[in-house]
């Protein structure tokens, strides 16, 4: 049995852009993750909070290691946000990441890149 979590739109404010300007105002981008449990997730069975994964912590945790960096493309920030995640929690999978921002293009809603993890 493969036990996941969906978290969407978990709001995050990084220095992001391909200019300065647009790197100076912190803009926020928003974070779809699906995270898979190992086989020793027990959370599901005892109602235990220690044995599964904060939402609130997970949250600041990327939000304080994404204060720490500056990035021209989402494509990069989503492959460091997705290898922190990685590093921090071990025991954890990413199934997948969906990084979500709004350019400053009248004509754009928004602009989005997933990173998918597919068993060979």
Same mark, same amino acid.
């Given at each position: 049995m493969q036990q996941s979590l969906? =978290?969407?739109? =978990? $709001? +995050?404010?990084v220095s992001l852009g391909?200019? !300065? !300007? $647009? /790197?100076a105002q912190k803009q926020? #981008? /928003?974070?779809? =993750?699906e995270l898979v449990f190992g086989k020793n997730f027990t959370a599901s069975d005892t109602d235990n909070l220690e044995q599964t994964i904060c939402y609130y912590t997970l949250r600041n945790d990327i939000q304080k290691f994404c204060d720490n960096i500056s990035c021209n493309l989402i494509e990069y920030l989503a492959k460091q946000i997705y290898q922190? +995640?990685?590093? /921090?929690h071990p025991t954890i999978s990413i199934k997948y990441l969906k990084l979500? /921002? &709004? *350019? *400053? #293009? &009248?004509? +754009? $809603? &928004?602009?989005a890149f997933v990173i998918r993890f597919c068993a060979q």
């Open positions: 969906f =978290l969407k739109g =978990l $709001e +995050i404010y391909c200019s !300065e !300007e $647009e /790197k926020m #981008v /928003k974070i779809d =993750l922190f +995640i990685c590093d /921090k979500i /921002k &709004s *350019p *400053p #293009v &009248s004509q +754009i $809603e &928004s602009a």
